[in-house]
């Protein structure tokens, strides 16, 4: 038994050795499998830092590009206007100063006279410098460069400063010398910009934090830094620079990384060695991302590189504790197993657990990082996106995706100010067509992206959309984006909502569509007043000669009565077109409406019309005349008797919002009410639902006339049986302001 129970403990021991070692190997694997893991996520981190940097900054030449392309469209340009040449500069330098723009200008013709407009909006007529070498001249002059754009990279910063390099995009300028736009086009040299290129970088690459200490450079084509965290190494030879800082390590890998990774326009991740980071010194390993920022200049293209690096101290020191907790619960685990050994499983879970938490929230810390980036980056307020040959979206950014969803349409455009607004995601648009969303239009279909796609010319409109149950007005401008053998690999498209520019050109329309049928309406009403008074006149002689009983006497009658009704007619056009002077006064609401319902009293009693009276008393004065307010009440008053032909009730209600310094009135039946679509225009002229002969239509536009004249409001609230069977009707609500100078109605005994 002894024998049996050795060999048991001896077979037990060995087991739980091997246990121990497996477990010890299998928890430094994980360890080391998790520190890879765990650098790969960092590195693609800094991947996604040095991309978005990169499309920054590609978008903000665009936009200098841009506004140069539309400043050499203006005809004080093309033809240096005096006086007006510069002022239109200022405006294009204004916008694209942020960008590192320094100079903007104009070449003649013969090269000879240069007229520019410095950062400080400072213009200067002066011959031609250094920075405008006769190359430039040389190439604009070609026909064949007509609407293209270059750029020169070999121009240097003049000043006492030492010299930076600069960055010339140069687009050549003709003008027309017909008497029609585009008969005749001749050169008058060329247009160019000035671009700081440290600046246009490290404005963008500056900010860049990649965990802790991490930051980002960019280099040139040539491989000189655009920009860099010491100020010496800005301008320098990045093969070259850093070696003369004396550092005991090799360069080898992280020139061989510029040379075959970026200075050829690829991106990716990778690793080096190093002699210092910012205020470490020794060797050093880190981590780097690097992305290209691509631009065709013809002939040439723009290649930059943008790189973001960090040590990867970074990652150690994130599991550098968990690491070494691993090997304390080793050791624990060792004597545990001595004493049980069976509690190996549950604290190798525990390990894993924390493992993972911390993982967890490196990562997490990691994501906010991007997500804080991004929102920096999306700031557009335009729409803006990608599509493919067949109208699929590619790309769409956060407005974008708020404008598909027609949260934009519902909401007030004063609300949408900044990226922290925007939380949807674009991923759903993608692979879907663009015009799932926008309806295709007769300007804005599938085959204006097929004809952009082969032509390669870019094309801008105005158009009108339907989004979901909405309408919206859009400016477009849709280009081709090429590739470097010049295939077209995508259209760019930025749309920019003109909704309310447009609301305001209808209105403007109908405003003076109104004002012309006011002229018509008053020519019309005075070629009319003066045959319809000699038929008046004669009538009422007629009638003072024919007895009372006579059936020539009713004809006479009824032909006075429909010539006083073209009468009022006329007179309601000639006061609906004729401007005059008002003359208010202090008036009381309350006795103005005692003495209408005087007038009105005995057809509100035919009419088996109940009247409902809430008058405030103590009601302030407002300024209006008298006459023409109690035309306005007498016409709301018949109105509400003819929306109630089998009887109802009438309620007129007066009050005073002390809050808001008004006096408003409140005339309302229960009758049969307006219908939805009648209301937006129940105001107009000539507008009537009354049947034909009962109505002219002018009485709600004069009385609309009459109360805006004194400064007052009124609007109309309705609901037909439709919509509300126990409550229809229509009341009208007339607002004046208090008139301080008026008298306060004495209350009622």
């Excluded at 003008?175 to 600046?199: C, I, W």
């Excluded at 050109?505 to 018509?520: I, N, R």
């Excluded at 010539?563 to 007619?569: A, L, P, Q």
């Amino acid at each position: 038994m002894r024998s049996l129970s050795k060999k048991m403990i001896l077979g037990a021991g060995l087991v739980i050795l091997v246990l121990l070692g497996a477990g010890f190997t299998l928890g430094i694997y994980s360890l080391k499998t998790m520190r890879e893991v765990v650098i790969d996520q960092f590195n693609k981190q800094q991947l996604v830092l040095a991309e978005q940097a990169a499309r920054q900054i590609e978008d903000q030449l665009k936009i200098v590009i841009q506004e140069l392309s539309i400043l050499n469209q203006s005809p004080a340009v093309q033809h240096l206007e005096e006086g007006r040449w510069s002022n239109r500069i200022k405006i294009a330098q204004a916008v694209v100063r942020k960008f590192g723009v320094i100079e903007i200008g104009r070449v003649d013709a013969g090269g000879n006279t240069v007229y520019s407009v410095d950062v400080n909006e400072q213009s200067r007529i002066s011959p031609p410098g250094p920075r405008h070498p006769k190359e430039v001249h040389s190439w604009a002059g070609l026909p064949e460069n007509q609407g293209k754009i270059k750029g020169f990279k070999e121009l240097l910063s003049e000043g006492p400063l030492p010299a930076r390099p600069l960055l010339m995009l140069a687009l050549p300028a003709y003008r027309d010398t017909g008497n029609k736009p585009h008969s005749g086009r001749t050169f008058a040299g060329y247009l160019y910009g000035l671009v700081d290129r440290e600046q246009l970088v490290a404005q963008v690459v500056k900010g860049i934090r990649s965990g802790v200490s991490g930051y980002g450079w960019a280099i040139d084509d040539q491989g000189n830094f655009i920009y860099h965290p010491l100020p010496e190494f800005i301008g320098r030879n990045a093969f070259t620079v850093r070696e003369e800082k004396g550092a005991p390590v090799s360069f080898e890998q992280i020139n061989a990384i510029q040379r075959d990774k970026m200075l050829r326009g690829e991106q990716g991740t990778a690793w080096y060695f190093s002699g210092w980071h910012r205020g470490l010194k020794g060797k050093i390993k880190k981590l780097i991302a690097y992305a290209p920022v691509r631009m065709e200049l013809s002939p040439v293209a723009l290649n930059w590189s943008v790189a973001v690096v960090a040590p990867i101290t970074e990652v150690d020191e994130a599991i550098q504790l968990v690491y070494t907790r691993q090997l304390l619960m080793e050791g624990f685990i060792l004597l545990a197993i001595l004493l049980g050994g069976f509690l190996l499983l549950s604290f190798q879970w525990e390990q894993a657990r924390v493992l993972k938490g911390e993982v967890e929230e490196k990562t997490r810390d990691w994501l906010q990082s991007e997500k804080r980036y991004s929102k920096l980056v999306e700031s557009a307020q335009d729409l803006i996106f990608t599509v493919d040959q067949d109208g699929r979206l590619l790309s769409l950014n956060g407005y974008g995706v708020e404008l598909l969803e027609g949260r934009l349409l519902a909401m007030d455009f004063s609300e949408v100010q900044s990226p922290g607004f925007r939380e949807a995601s674009g991923d759903r648009f993608l692979d879907h067509s663009l015009f799932e969303y926008l309806a295709p239009q007769e300007s804005f279909h599938p085959g204006l992206i097929q004809e952009i796609w082969e032509s390669g010319r870019p094309k801008g409109l105005e158009h009108r959309v339907q989004i979901g149950s909405q309408e919206c007005w859009l400016s477009t401008q849709l280009l081709a984006i090429k590739d470097e053998k010049g295939r077209t690999q995508a259209v760019l498209g930025i749309s920019r909502d003109i909704t309310i520019r447009k609301k305001m050109e209808v209105q403007m329309m109908k405003t003076e569509k109104l004002a012309s049928l006011g002229l018509l309406s008053a020519s019309i009403a005075h070629e009319i007043n003066s045959p319809l008074g000699i038929i008046l006149g004669y009538c009422d002689y007629l009638l003072g000669k024919t007895p009372p009983g006579e059936e020539t006497h009713q004809m006479l009658r009824k032909i006075e009565q429909q010539g006083e009704r073209c009468k009022k007619i006329i007179d309601n056009l000639l006061g609906l077109a004729r401007y005059s002077e008002p003359r208010p006064e202090g008036t009381d609401l309350n006795e103005n409406l005692e003495n209408v319902l005087v007038v009105a009293a005995k057809a509100l009693v035919h009419n088996k019309i109940n009247l409902h009276k809430i008058f405030e008393p103590n009601l302030p004065a407002v300024k209006v005349e008298p006459i023409p307010l109690q035309q306005v009440f007498l016409n709301l008053i018949n109105n509400a008797i003819s929306a109630m032909p089998q009887g109802g009730r009438l309620t007129m209600e007066t009050r005073w919002d002390v809050f808001k310094d008004k006096v408003a009135v409140r005339i309302g039946d229960n009758g049969s009410g307006i219908k939805k679509e009648h209301r937006e225009i129940i105001f107009e002229p000539f507008f009537t639902t009354k049947k034909d002969g009962e109505g002219t239509g002018l009485g709600l536009s004069v009385c609309d006339n009459i109360i805006n004249r004194f400064g007052g409001t009124i609007t109309l609230e309705s609901k037909t049986e439709a919509e509300d069977p126990e409550g229809q009707g229509t009341t009208f609500v007339i607002t004046f302001p208090v008139h301080h100078g008026g008298k306060l109605t004495p209350p009622k005994e």
